[in-house]
Structure formats: structure tokens, C-alpha cells
């Protein structure tokens, strides 16, 4: 790995820890040669602690390292992308991430769906809200839903009109969703599930 440590005239070069599952970016910090070096062959982060003049071991003293996953370099060689499996929060504050963020894992649109989902069956306003009345009538309904939602993505499967199918198989996702969670469970557990089949 040819990186160019002397651009900065400081023989430093910033290095973005991002956690290999969630892809959160968890911190920065800066390493120079002796640091990178080290990091490779310890397979735990080092970095070249700019206010303390020497290397540091994220984790020294709190028992927090990261591990080290894969190393990238950048286009220009000159800034580290280090994906690890951190041990413990990352921040010497205490919080997941230097940004005081929960380093867990976000599929997007999904995600806050699911947190939308499980907001609106909290309140609980049934008169109001679809996901709160059919939550409220038990899991055997919710069931009942996502059978009839699927049978609905077969027919129209087997049709032309892709507008139906992709509508209809947004109503079964969503219905999914919600006996999920009427289970105590987010879709992150069946993905989980299918990791381990993947092994």
C-alpha cells in the first residue's frame, strides 16, 4: 500500500473508522507511518496522537479497541478508510460513535419505517391510525393480512401489470413489517438469520 505520508508536511494522514457491519462511521484520527504499520500487524487500531506526541492504541486504557477488518487507501493515497469490529463504544465519552450516535445497523427507508410502525402502535390511537387498529386486534389478524397480502403478489405475478404487482407487494412488505413487530422482532433479525445461512 503506497500511501503518501509527506503530503501534509506533518507525515500524517487522516484515517475514517467505519464499522464493518453497521458501515457507521464511528471516528477520525491520524496516523503516520509507524502507527499504520503497527495497526497492520497488531490487526488493532493505532493511531499517532497528535496532543500526546506519541502512538496510541484506541483502547489502551478503556479495553475498547477496534479490530481491524480491511484497510483502504484512497484515490489520491492519502486518507485511510479503516473498516473494524469495535469492542465496546468508540468515543472516550461513552457513546458509540464520536458524533453521539447509536452504532446500529440502518437499512434506510425500511428502518424508519419500522420506527414509524412502532410509533404509531405505541400511541395506540386506533380511531387514527390502520397500524394501530389492526395491531390491536392480535397477532392472529396481523397473520392473516400478510397471508392475504401475499396470495394478492402471486395473482398479480402471474399478470402484466407491474404497476399491481409492485403495489401489492409494497402492501405485503409493509403488512411483514408489522407482524414483525407484532412478534417482537425487526426485519435486522431476519437478515441476521440469513448471514448465518450465508456461512
Same mark, same amino acid.
Given at each position: 500500500?503506497?500511501?503518501?505520508?509527506?503530503? #501534509?508536511?506533518? %507525515?500524517?494522514?487522516? !484515517?475514517?473508522?467505519?464499522?464493518? #457491519?453497521?458501515?457507521?462511521?464511528?471516528?477520525?484520527?491520524?496516523?503516520?507511518?509507524? $502507527?499504520?504499520?503497527?495497526? *497492520? @500487524? &497488531?490487526?488493532?487500531? &493505532?493511531?499517532?496522537?497528535?496532543?500526546?506526541?506519541?502512538?496510541?492504541? @484506541? %483502547? *489502551? *486504557?478503556?479495553?475498547?479497541? /477496534?479490530?481491524?477488518?480491511?484497510?483502504?487507501?484512497?484515490?489520491? #493515497?492519502?486518507? /485511510?478508510?479503516?473498516?473494524?469490529?469495535?469492542?465496546?463504544?468508540?468515543?472516550?465519552?461513552?457513546?458509540?460513535?464520536?458524533?453521539?450516535?447509536?452504532?446500529? +445497523?440502518?437499512?434506510?427507508?425500511?428502518?424508519?419505517?419500522?420506527?414509524?410502525?412502532?410509533?404509531?402502535?405505541?400511541?395506540?390511537?386506533?380511531?387514527?391510525?390502520? +397500524?394501530?387498529?389492526?395491531?390491536?386486534? %392480535?397477532?392472529?389478524? +396481523?397473520?392473516?393480512?400478510? %397471508? =392475504?397480502? !401475499?396470495?394478492?403478489?402471486?395473482? =398479480? $405475478? @402471474?399478470?402484466?401489470?407491474?404497476?399491481?404487482?409492485?403495489? *401489492?407487494? !409494497?402492501?405485503?412488505?409493509?403488512?411483514? /413489517?408489522?407482524? /414483525?413487530? !407484532?412478534?417482537?422482532?425487526?426485519?435486522?433479525?431476519?437478515?441476521? +438469520?440469513?448471514?448465518?445461512?450465508?456461512?
Amino acid at each position: 500500500m503506497n500511501i503518501d505520508f509527506n503530503k #501534509n508536511n506533518d %507525515g500524517l494522514v487522516p !484515517a475514517i473508522i467505519q464499522d464493518s #457491519n453497521t458501515k457507521n462511521v464511528l471516528m477520525l484520527g491520524y496516523m503516520n507511518e509507524d $502507527a499504520f504499520n503497527t495497526t *497492520e @500487524k &497488531t490487526k488493532k487500531v &493505532t493511531f499517532y496522537s497528535r496532543t500526546k506526541q506519541r502512538l496510541w492504541m @484506541k %483502547g *489502551e *486504557e478503556s479495553g475498547n479497541v /477496534l479490530h481491524v477488518v480491511d484497510i483502504q487507501l484512497d484515490c489520491d #493515497n492519502d486518507t /485511510l478508510l479503516i473498516l473494524v469490529k469495535p469492542e465496546g463504544p468508540t468515543c472516550h465519552k461513552g457513546s458509540d460513535t464520536c458524533w453521539n450516535t447509536k452504532n446500529e +445497523v440502518h437499512y434506510g427507508f425500511i428502518s424508519n419505517l419500522e420506527k414509524t410502525i412502532e410509533a404509531r402502535i405505541k400511541v395506540g390511537n386506533t380511531e387514527k391510525s390502520y +397500524v394501530a387498529s389492526l395491531f390491536e386486534k %392480535g397477532i392472529n389478524k +396481523v397473520a392473516q393480512k400478510v %397471508g =392475504e397480502e !401475499a396470495i394478492e403478489v402471486v395473482i =398479480e $405475478a @402471474k399478470d402484466n401489470n407491474d404497476v399491481l404487482f409492485l403495489s *401489492e407487494s !409494497a402492501d405485503l412488505l409493509f403488512h411483514y /413489517l408489522l407482524l /414483525l413487530q !407484532a412478534k417482537g422482532f425487526k426485519i435486522d433479525d431476519v437478515v441476521t +438469520v440469513l448471514k448465518e445461512r450465508e456461512k
